[in-house]
């Protein structure tokens, strides 16, 4: 299985990543020592996906400890670089729970903050199996179909996870059970997570699939050509609002029209329960550049504004269906209690 991010200990320690911007053309990889590389990786979309940013998020905690041995960095200006990683992209909660959880216990001994890194690594893959299995039970439940078409948004796979995937790790399973017929990914606007990173990871796996530009998500679900969607989240709020790429809301206002389920795939680690709603969801706005180009070429006249929302806020009345590793609430029915 693909790895998105690992620590590796070579003659110096470092956070290894896929490179996320140039794949399916190169893959490579990035060894990141420093809390400047770390950061400017993320921020890049080198390393992406919500719990692969958990996972940065806690290696960044060891990673600036080192690099704090190395330098001589003072108490403070080690809290200081901390707090960069865990601020480095503001929507998926992941990357901040990752970096406090272990910054909570590095002070434990030496080795502490490794330790907790690598257990949030290994808790992400069991999450994602689990809510994987716990997700495709319940869309045959509900679709009470054998064979079911679905239809997904930006990647969610182990490009984007520490392991398996969520809203992906939902279709490999009903792959796995012989359940799944076609997957439509959308492309994913403007940096191409669907093109680039899904299709590649559905072929490894040898799963049918097509690509298709966002503007089709609504058309695609109206004509009956899907059985359900099944989007990640970067963070849910405590009523059930979920923050995802842009164009995931289009996405379930189709599906709720066309009266197929719309499942969000997450492991509790994505979940704010300190956030009671998703309207105080912080939305990140990235360079108007990504819009108006297209690698690298101006695609717009001259003087031309981008507006670059990174993600948007899918109300919990229109989600059928949120499954972590702990089951699946309906929030479009009660009020979410996650515990
Ligand atoms: O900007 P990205 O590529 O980090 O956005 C990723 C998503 O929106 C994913 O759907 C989400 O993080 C869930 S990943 C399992």
Redesign the pocket.
């Known amino acids: 299985m693909i790895q998105a991010i690992e620590w590796i200990e070579d003659d110096a320690p470092a956070v290894r990543i896929i490179d996320q911007t140039v794949l399916p053309a190169v893959e490579s990889y990035l060894d990141l020592r420093t809390v400047d590389e770390l950061v400017d990786a993320i921020a890049r979309?080198a390393v992406?996906?919500?719990?692969?940013?958990g996972a940065a998020g806690g290696y960044g905690v060891a990673l600036a400890e080192r690099q704090a041995a190395r330098e001589g960095w003072g108490q403070a200006r080690l809290a200081a670089e901390i707090e960069r990683v865990a601020l480095a992209?503001p929507t998926?909660v992941n990357l901040e729970w990752g970096a406090s959880r272990v910054d909570a216990v590095r002070r434990e001994g030496e080795g502490r903050a490794l330790e907790e890194a690598h257990r949030i690594v290994r808790e992400d893959e069991a999450a994602n199996r689990e809510l994987s299995r716990l997700g495709a039970d319940w869309l045959l439940a509900r679709t009470e179909k054998k064979a079911l078409r679905a239809l997904t948004?930006?990647?969610?796979g182990a490009l984007?996870?520490a392991a398996w995937?969520?809203?992906?790790g939902v279709l490999k399973e009903l792959h796995d059970r012989g359940a799944l017929e076609m997957v439509y990914v959308d492309e994913t606007r403007p940096?191409l997570?669907g093109t680039r990173l899904t299709s590649w990871e559905l072929a490894q796996d040898g799963i049918a699939h097509m690509v298709q530009v966002d503007g089709a998500a609504s058309s695609t679900i109206l004509r009956g050509l899907v059985d359900f969607v099944v989007?990640?989240?970067?963070r849910i709020a405590a009523n059930g609002d979920t923050a995802?790429?842009i164009g995931s809301v289009a996405a379930a206002l189709a599906a709720q029209r066309a009266g197929i389920p719309f499942l969000v795939a997450?492991p509790m680690s994505?979940v704010d329960v300190g956030l009671a709603s998703g309207n105080l969801i912080e939305i990140e706005e990235r360079a108007e550049s990504e819009v108006l180009a297209v690698s690298g070429t101006s695609m717009s006249a001259p003087g031309v504004h981008g507006f670059n929302p990174?993600?948007d806020v899918t109300p919990h009345d229109l989600i059928d269906g949120i499954v972590t590793e702990r089951g699946v609430i309906e929030p479009h029915r009660t009020q979410p209690a996650f515990t």
Do not use: E, M, S, V
């Open positions: 979309l992406r996906g919500a719990p692969a940013l992209r998926a948004h930006c990647n969610t984007a996870t995937g969520t809203a992906y940096l997570q989007i990640g989240a970067d995802n790429k997450a994505t990174a993600f």
